[in-house]
Structure formats: structure tokens, C-alpha cells
């Protein structure tokens, strides 16, 4: 009895000093929709004080929850995306972005249908979990749903429906009306912009010119003045609706909820990178895009038949013969539009719409204002010209976009910003007449308007040019990289060693290394190159177990480092090795590595290395983690995990760095 209670002890001893953080349990269920189709069930029973990220989370966020079902070489369907919860969403300080996650419990449900028999259905969900102290690493869960044990759809779902995710009432209730207010807030900003967009087409060659030619036709073809004007409103009415069905189609297509994740995906981006390029390159006067001629031949016969529908039809000619430029300014649109998801698109094609409906209408109603439009000519050209360099700005956020997701560092803020500043700095030369395109008229003096509309770009080009040496353009923060995504984190040709402590590092950065701003501690992402120099220069390691999307991680930068005497340690009296566990790059091919956690599982990326080091090391895998250890790899005082105070940290860091020999 005696030997049992020890062992019991040893057990509860063991229990306790061990501090792998594992908020989540995951349990599945089935529901039979019919003979053919099922409701995959992922639950989420969440720890007290914890709370899991939604799947939709936008980039440079936390990781977000993300499910992957097998199948099973054809036999299964997956139908459309995995549904969730409402959730709660916050305005995160610290990623400066709006964030959705759970509490309590969360339910996930995929639909599939089979094809073949059968009986279960493999799947696995990726995600992660904070609470106020730390976070998870990226983890990997196997789920398995059993297609026998299914009950029918009605029951479960009511059953679910009385026990799903009963956060904080009051909390959630208030955090769904500022999430609404938020979403209203953004769909007027789409609006807005669209609306601008709208009238920038009209300022365009080929729509322009046909305003008054079009109201001339609709007064006089009319037999009073009040016919007329109702002509020319069902004209504007049938534009918007022409306009908003493309934006219904889009959504339709693709769904709300797949257009918005579809703005984080590496080939959308991509994909519109390529297509914005050719819009730009049209506009500019290399060619024009048009739809086939005979289309606007079969329009303008139904346009012939009169009434309604010939009105409608003639509304639909417009649409197809001002393509060459409306058509890159719509497909500008949809594509800004589809990454905020929802009915985005069809509020961004009813602002557009309205603004190239207006105009027929009101010159339909005081027909005799026509004579106040500006005659057509060359300048119409150069507003095309100005949409195309913008058209060719904006491509290069979508590039930027894919290559933050692949972090491949190819397009990074120097090479961004340098790339703005020659677009910008291009179209300044044109605006002032030193450079003509293709479609140009003789330029014989420059107008007022666009002097400044030069002086404008010319502003803008200059305002960017100090983001080169480290400025943080805070008017365009949102289109450039952050600051530290970049080869200079302090700017081009600049290379700051020290402020607030001072830093003992002379000369070359070695192999391996880099200094971490806005700190500028030497830093090493690898563990065995930094310990190798920790023995070279004689100094002690502190391990710094983070993640690129951590947030406590980033309060402890921001708020701890920061302070004179933290900062002092970090830069003159250790080797910092921070290791990054949501690192997605591959481990080089052939170094992959069985895992010790997961008998028959293989680690794949760099940061499942780290986390499996920690975990295995450290019997812990939260984060932030901090070890400060000698060269014997063996820890010199009792790590620490999150330590807002400033005073208790800096004591550790004295403590630890005190007993190095």
C-alpha cells in the first residue's frame, strides 16, 4: 500500500511539473443528411480562459483553425467549406486587426457526400490556442468520423444547438454588434471607393463621349420631356442592375465565405497580380481589351426593338462597348471586393453602377445643361493613362501578398517601396509632359488640372522616398510590408547598432545572424549556430521559444524589451537564439525528422523542430519561453514563460546571467 501511495505521489508530481499547455479536446460526431450525404461534426471543448482562432483569420495574424478531410482517392466529396460559429471578434492591439476566435466550445460541420462505400472518414485539424499568458504551437490533430454511427441531421442539430459555444453572453452580444458596426463600416468604404471608381469611368474615352449623345437620343426620340427623363432613369436603372447582377454572379459562384479566404491563397493573389498587370499595361496604350464585336452587334439588334426591353438592351451595349475601359476598373474592383468576402461585390458593383447611371439621368432631366460638359479630347486619354499606373501600383500588393504567405523574401519593403516610387515617379514625368504613350495628343501646354494632379504624384513619389532609410509611411502602411520584412529593417544602406543600452557587437554580422528590430539585438533563428557562437564570444544562450504569430510574444518585445535595463542584457550580456515554432518552411529535403511526441509521424517544417525541442527539453510547448543556459546546454536558473513585469524579468535575467561561468 505504502509503494502504491509513492507511486501515486510520484505520478501527481510528475502531472504537475509538467507544463505542456493543451487547452483544447476535440471530439467528432456524424449527422446522415441523406443515403448519399453527411455533416461532418468537429467539436471543440476549450479550457477555461482559453480560446481558439476562428478559420478565418486575416495575414499576419495567428494562426488560423483549418480542417483537411481525406478523400479516400475520389470516394468522397467534400461540398463547399467547413461552417463555424459566430465566434467573437476583437480589435487585437497588438496585430492591429480585427480577430475572431471561440470560448468554452466550438462547433465545426463539413458536408460530404460518397460516392462509394463507405464506413469512415479520415481528417485532421490544424490549429491554435492562447490564453492570457501563452500560446500553443501550430498543432496538428487527428480526426476520424464514423459514418455507422450516424443519426439523422434534424436531431443532432437540435441536440448541438442547445450545448454550442455559450460564451459570455453579454460579452459576445456586445462584441457581435461592434463586429456588425465594423462590417457596415467597411461595406461603405467598398461602396464609397466603388462610387469614385464609377466616376473615374466616366472620364474615360470610351464612356465619356456617349453621355450626350445617348440623353440626345432619349429627349429626342421621347414625345414629351417627362417620357424622356423616364427613358433615361430606366437607362440608369438598367446599368445598376447589369452592374450589380455581376456582383450577385460573383458571389454566387464562389460564395461569401470562399471569397474572403480566398484573399490569404497564394495563387489568387497571383493570379490577379498577372491579371492587374495586363489591365495596367492596356490602359497605358499597349492594347485594348474588347469582348467580341459580335456580341455588340446581337445587342444593338435587340436594342432596336424599343419599350423596356430595348432600353435594357441598349443599356447592355453600353456595358460591352465601354469595356475596353470599364472592364480593368470592374475587375479592380471585384478583386479588392472579393478579398473582404460577404456581399462585398454586389455593393461594390451598386456603387459603380450609380455613379455611371447618375449622370444620364440628371442630363436627361436638364437636358439643356449638356453644354456645360467639357468637349472630349486628349484629356480623357491621360485620365485613362492615371487609372493604368494606378492599376499597376495596386498589382503589386497582390505579389506582395503571395510572397508574405510563402515568405520567400523576394518582394521585400525597400524593393516594394522602390518599385512605388518608380511607378509614381513615372507617371509625375508624364503629368508634367516629359514622357507621351501610344494614344497621346500633341501636348501643347499643360493644364491646370493636371499640374496638379502632377504636383500630387510628385508630393506622394517624395513623401515614399524616406521609407527607403526607415520611415514608416504611416498614410500607406496598410500596402507595403512591415518594417521588418525587409533586408535593412532600418532602411536602405543604414545599419543601426544601438539605442537604449547601447550594443557591444562591432563589424560583420556573423553567419546565421541578424539584427532583430526595432531592438537591434543580434539575433539567431538557429540553435546550433547560435550556441556555437555563444562559445566562441564566451557569453551564455537565453532560448526565446516564439512565434511569428504569438501574441503575448509581441507584448513582451514591445513592453518588456524595450525598457534601458532588459534591453542592456539582451544586446551586451547574452546570444539571443529565437526559435520560431509556427515556422512554415520546409526542413531541407532528406532532413526530415521522425518524431519522438507522434511514433510514425515525420516533422516536416522548421518550426515542428523547435516545438518538438521545447516540448521534449522543456516539458512545455506554450509560448513565449525563455531559457537562459551555458555552453553544457544545461539551463542556469528556472526558465520563464510570459513576465509582464518588467522588475521580475530583468531579476531573472541578472540572476541567470550571474551564475554563468
Known amino acids: ?208 463621349p456617349m453621355i450626350p449623345m445617348t440623353v440626345s437620343f432619349f429627349t ?37 465565405d470562399a471569397l474572403n479566404a480566398l484573399s490569404t491563397n497564394v495563387w489568387f493573389n497571383l493570379i490577379f497580380f498577372v491579371l492587374l498587370i495586363v489591365f ?22 435587340q436594342a432596336d426593338r424599343g419599350g423596356l426591353v430595348g432600353i435594357f438592351f441598349m443599356a447592355l451595349a453600353l456595358a460591352i462597348v465601354s469595356f475596353s475601359c470599364t472592364g480593368p476598373i470592374v475587375g479592380t474592383l471585384l478583386v479588392e471586393a472579393a478579398s473582404k468576402g460577404g456581399t462585398a461585390p454586389i455593393v461594390g458593383m451598386l456603387g459603380f453602377s450609380l455613379a455611371i447611371a447618375l449622370p444620364f439621368a440628371f442630363f436627361a432631366a436638364f437636358p439643356g445643361w449638356l453644354n456645360s460638359l467639357p468637349k472630349s479630347g486628349g484629356w480623357l486619354n491621360t485620365v485613362k493613362v492615371v487609372l493604368g499606373f494606378l492599376e499597376l501600383a495596386l498589382a503589386f ?64 513619389t517624395l513623401y515614399m522616398l524616406p521609407g527607403l532609410w526607415g520611415a514608416p509611411l504611416d498614410l500607406i502602411s496598410a500596402f507595403p510590408p512591415a518594417q521588418h520584412y525587409s533586408e535593412s529593417p532600418y532602411g536602405v544602406g543604414f545599419e543601426k547598432l544601438g539605442s537604449g543600452g547601447g550594443s557591444s557587437h562591432v563589424g560583420e554580422i556573423p553567419e546565421g545572424a541578424h539584427l532583430m528590430a526595432p531592438h537591434d539585438i543580434l539575433a539567431f533563428n538557429d540553435y546550433d549556430l547560435g550556441l556555437a557562437y555563444a562559445r566562441k564570444i564566451g557569453k551564455p544562450v537565453m532560448l526565446d521559444f516564439t512565434g511569428h504569430a504569438c501574441v503575448n510574444c509581441r507584448k513582451m518585445e514591445q513592453n518588456v524589451w524595450v525598457e534601458p535595463e532588459v534591453l542592456s542584457i539582451l544586446k551586451n550580456d547574452v546570444v539571443l537564439i529565437s526559435l520560431y515554432v509556427d515556422d512554415k ?58 513576465t509582464p513585469d518588467v522588475e521580475e524579468y530583468f531579476a531573472w535575467l541578472k540572476d541567470g546571467v550571474s551564475k554563468f561561468k
Open 1 to 208: 500500500m505504502k509503494k502504491l501511495i509513492i507511486a501515486l505521489l510520484l505520478l501527481v508530481s510528475a502531472t504537475v511539473n509538467a507544463q505542456i499547455y493543451d487547452p483544447v479536446k476535440w471530439s467528432t460526431s456524424v449527422e446522415k443528411i441523406s443515403e448519399t450525404e453527411y455533416n461532418l461534426i468537429s467539436i471543440a471543448t476549450i479550457e477555461e480562459g482559453s480560446h481558439l482562432y476562428s478559420q478565418d483569420v486575416p495575414d499576419d495574424g495567428p494562426i488560423p483553425t483549418s480542417f483537411i478531410y481525406d478523400d479516400e482517392g475520389g470516394k468522397i466529396k467534400i461540398i463547399g467549406n467547413t461552417l463555424e460559429e459566430k465566434g467573437i471578434t476583437v480589435q487585437d492591439a497588438v496585430f492591429e486587426m480585427e480577430i475572431k476566435y471561440f470560448e468554452h466550445q466550438a462547433r465545426f460541420v463539413q458536408k460530404v457526400k460518397i460516392s462509394e462505400d463507405v464506413n469512415k472518414i479520415i481528417g485532421f485539424v490544424e490549429f491554435m490556442a492562447c490564453d492570457d499568458k501563452q500560446c500553443s504551437p501550430p498543432t496538428e490533430i487527428d480526426l476520424e468520423f464514423n459514418l455507422d454511427t450516424a443519426v439523422p441531421a434534424t436531431t443532432s442539430a437540435n441536440s448541438e444547438e442547445n450545448t454550442s459555444n455559450v460564451t459570455s453572453d453579454i460579452g459576445s452580444k456586445v462584441n457581435d454588434s461592434d463586429a456588425k458596426k465594423k462590417k457596415k463600416k467597411g461595406l461603405w468604404a467598398i461602396f464609397f471607393i466603388a462610387f469614385l471608381s464609377g466616376f473615374a469611368a466616366l472620364l474615360t474615352p470610351c464612356v465619356f
Open 220 to 256: 429626342k426620340q421621347s414625345k414629351s420631356k417627362a417620357a424622356g427623363i423616364r427613358n433615361a432613369v430606366i437607362y440608369g436603372l438598367s446599368i445598376i442592375a447589369i452592374y450589380v447582377a455581376l456582383g450577385s454572379g460573383v458571389t454566387a459562384i464562389f460564395g461569401a
Open 280 to 301: 495596367a499595361v492596356s490602359f497605358l496604350g499597349a492594347f485594348e481589351i474588347v469582348l467580341p464585336s459580335s456580341w455588340g452587334t446581337k445587342v444593338d439588334k
Open 397 to 460: 500588393k497582390f505579389l506582395s501578398n503571395a510572397d508574405l504567405v510563402l515568405q520567400l523574401h523576394w518582394l521585400e519593403r525597400e524593393v516594394f517601396l522602390a518599385i512605388w516610387i518608380a511607378i509614381f515617379g513615372t507617371l509625375t514625368l508624364y503629368l508634367f509632359g516629359k514622357i507621351k504613350l501610344p494614344h497621346d495628343s500633341p501636348l501643347t501646354h499643360i493644364s491646370v488640372g493636371r499640374l496638379s494632379l502632377g504636383l500630387v504624384s510628385l508630393s506622394f
Open 585 to 642: 518552411r520546409p526542413l531541407p529535403e532528406g532532413m526530415e525528422i521522425d518524431s519522438k511526441l507522434r511514433p510514425g509521424k515525420k516533422l516536416k517544417y522548421i518550426g515542428q523542430k523547435w516545438s518538438e525541442l521545447q516540448a521534449l527539453k522543456y516539458e512545455t510547448n506554450s509560448q513565449p519561453y525563455y531559457v537562459l543556459m551555458g555552453h553544457d546546454e544545461k539551463s542556469l536558473n528556472e526558465p520563464v514563460a510570459y
